[in-house]
């Protein structure tokens, strides 16, 4: 079982940067991908960005790529996503999920149902 908990989303304007984490909790943290998922208002859930477990590959959704990174730390059990040059339609609500079952040479496709485990959520506003 793994148990997820993201923060640091709040209310910033248009450029700004904004860093969330996501502590996870359970063993062997460094042996699966995570994930951060987001949902606009009125939008489904959409796929932002994806971390192997050691950390060496990465993928990110075209509507983010240059301006977000995804990293982790496996000491500390954390992922983070650090988003620089925010704009109005990055607001929403940010998730964190882990996904255990899923191979490095599927992780760049970013299915949602392939994670297993998903945090609360954190929302980020982007005011234009």
């Known amino acids: 079982q793994v148990q997820l908990v993201e923060s640091g989303g709040g209310l910033v304007q248009a450029g700004d940067s904004l860093r969330l984490s996501c502590a996870a909790s359970?063993?062997?943290?460094?042996?699966?991908?995570m994930g951060w998922f987001r949902q606009a208002p009125g939008k489904g859930r959409e796929f932002v960005a994806v971390i192997s477990g050691s950390g060496s590959s990465t993928f990110y959704a075209d509507s983010v790529k240059g301006r977000f990174t995804i990293s982790r730390d496996n000491v500390k059990n954390t992922v983070y996503l650090r988003m620089n040059s925010l704009k109005a339609e990055d607001t929403a609500v940010y998730y964190c999920?882990?996904?255990?079952?899923?191979?490095?040479?599927?992780?760049?496709?970013?299915?949602?149902?392939?994670?297993?485990?998903w945090g609360q959520g954190t929302q980020v506003t982007v005011s234009p």
């Open positions: 999920a882990a996904g255990p079952r899923i191979p490095n040479y599927r992780l760049s496709r970013g299915q949602e149902n392939e994670f297993d485990y």
């Open positions: 359970g063993r062997a943290f460094s042996t699966y991908p």
